[in-house]
C-alpha cells in the first residue's frame, strides 16, 4: 500500500516566503516521495534521484548563507521543512539532515576562501555529504577516536576506520575528524575529504532493522591523502568543532522524529475512522480515542520544543541543553507513537500492507543517531547540576 500523503498543519510561518517554501515541499512530497517510500523502502533502493531534485530546488542548504548558495533561512523554518520531508519518507528527512550536518564545519569554521571555493557545489550543486565521527570502537565516546591524520608536507594522510557512517558509499564528500595529537579531545582536528578520494572506501552497507533505504556503511580510510586546505578550523579544534554541529545536528534528528510520529499518527487515525467493529467505527470506543488524543499530544509537544530550542538558536543564544531535551523527547515520543499506531491497527498494523509497522523499526534509529537518548540525559543533567563522578 502506498504511503499516504502528509496531510497539512497549521504553522505559524516567519515570512511569506516561509510558508511557499512548505507549500514547495508538500508539493514534493506529495509527487515524488511518499507514492515510492513504501516500495523503495521494502526494495532498499536509494533515492538518490530525490536528492538531485531537492537540491535543484534549493532545499539542501537552506539554514546556511545565500552568499554560498545556501537559502538563508532560519533553523524554525528548516526544521520544519525536515519534518514535511521526513512524514512522507525518513530516508528522505534524515538524508538532508545529514548532508546538513556535514557542511556544519565548513560553512562554520571554514576560511572565506575555503568557503568560496566548496560550499556553493555542497549546497547547491547536487553534491551530497557524509559526517564521519563514529569510529568501531568509539561510538559515544567519541573523544576516543584512532583515524589517524598525519602530516606530510603540505597535506595529511589518513588511516581509519568509521563507522556507522549515513551515506557512506554514496556521498560525494565526507567531514572527517581525525587524531593529529595526542589521546583526547584536544588532539582532534576535521578535514572534507572527496568521495572520490583515492584509498577512500567503504564496506557493503549494514543490514538495518528499519531505514533500509538509506545506506549506513563503514568507511574505510588507507592513506587518504587530502590537502592542508582541506583541513578545517585550527588543528585541534576538531572535536569541539563535532560537538557544534551535533548540537544543530540534533534538532535535525528530532524534527525528523515528529516527522515520523505525525504520519504514524494520521495513518491510525485514518484506520480508526474507517474500520468498524461491533456495528459501529473503532474511533467511537473510548480507549482508542484517547489512545489517539495522547498520540496527537506527544507529536504537538516534541513540535512545540523542537521550534522552542531552534528559536534560541536563531536568536545566537546557548541551545545545547534545549537541543538535547528536543531529541530525547521527539525521539522517545516517536517510538511510543508509532508503537501505538501499530496497536491501533492491530494484526494489520504488524504486516508489510501498511506503513505502521516500518513507522515503528524507523522510530527505533532515531532513539540511538547523533548520540543515543542516554547521552541526551547525560547532557541535561550536566547542563542542571555540572559534571558527574568521573
Not at 42 to 68: C, K, M, N, Q, T
Not at 201 to 225: I, L
Not at 261 to 282: D, H, K, M, N, P
Amino acid at each position: 500500500m502506498p504511503d499516504r500523503v502528509p496531510a497539512p498543519v497549521d504553522r505559524q510561518l516567519p515570512t511569506d516566503e516561509a510558508r511557499e517554501l512548505i507549500s514547495l515541499v508538500r508539493d514534493i512530497a506529495r509527487r515524488e516521495i511518499a507514492p515510492k517510500a513504501a516500495e523503495e523502502e521494502d526494495a532498499g533502493r536509494f533515492p538518490r534521484e530525490i536528492f538531485r531534485l531537492l537540491s535543484e530546488s534549493g532545499l539542501l542548504g537552506l539554514p546556511y548563507d545565500s552568499d554560498h548558495g545556501g537559502g538563508s533561512q532560519p533553523y524554525e523554518v528548516y526544521l520544519q521543512v525536515l519534518e514535511e520531508l521526513a512524514a512522507a519518507r525518513l530516508t528522505v528527512g534524515l538524508g538532508v539532515s545529514v548532508h546538513t550536518l556535514a557542511c556544519h564545519a565548513l560553512a562554520n569554521y571554514g576560511t572565506p576562501e575555503q568557503r568560496a571555493g566548496q560550499l556553493p557545489a555542497m549546497l547547491g550543486g547536487g553534491l551530497l555529504g557524509a559526517y564521519c565521527l563514529s569510529e568501531p570502537s568509539s561510538g559515544s565516546d567519541a573523544a576516543s577516536l584512532r583515524t589517524k591524520a598525519e602530516r606530510r608536507g603540505d597535506d595529511w594522510v589518513i588511516t581509519g576506520t568509521k563507522a556507522w557512517t549515513t551515506h557512506g558509499g554514496v556521498a560525494d564528500f565526507y567531514t572527517v575528524f581525525a587524531r593529529t595529537g595526542g589521546e583526547g579531545p584536544s588532539g582532534i582536528t576535521a578535514f572534507l575529504v572527496p568521495g572520490d578520494a583515492e584509498g577512500l572506501s567503504a564496506a557493503p552497507p549494514e543490514r538495518k532493522m528499519g531505514m533500509k533505504g538509506s545506506p549506513t556503511a563503514q568507511v574505510h580510510f588507507d592513506g587518504v591523502r587530502v590537502a592542508d586546505s582541506r583541513r578545517l578550523g585550527d588543528e585541534g579544534q576538531g572535536f569541539a568543532i563535532a560537538l557544534s554541529a551535533l548540537d544543530s545536528g540534533r534538532l535535525g534528528i528530532a524534527a525528523c522524529a515528529v516527522g515520523v510520529a505525525r504520519a504514524a499518527l494520521e495513518e491510525a487515525v485514518a484506520y480508526a475512522t474507517g474500520r468498524r467493529q461491533f456495528g459501529r467505527s473503532i474511533s467511537d470506543f473510548q480507549g482508542l480515542r484517547f489512545m489517539l488524543a495522547d498520540m496527537a499530544t506527544q507529536v504537538e509537544a516534541g513540535r512545540a520544543l523542537c521550534l522552542a530550542a531552534a528559536r534560541l538558536r536563531d536568536a545566537g543564544r546557548p541551545f545545547s541543553k534545549q537541543a538535547a531535551m528536543a531529541k530525547l523527547l521527539c525521539t522517545d515520543a516517536a517510538m511510543k507513537v508509532t508503537t501505538d499506531a501499530v496497536q491501533v491497527l492491530g494484526g494489520y498494523g504488524y504486516t508489510a500492507d501498511f506503513p505502521a509497522e516500518r513507522y515503528m523499526r524507523e522510530a527505533k534509529v532515531l532513539q540511538i543517531v547523533e548520540g543515543t537518548n542516554q547521552i541526551q540525559r547525560m547532557v541535561i543533567a550536566r547542563h542542571l547540576v555540572g559534571p558527574g563522578p568521573r
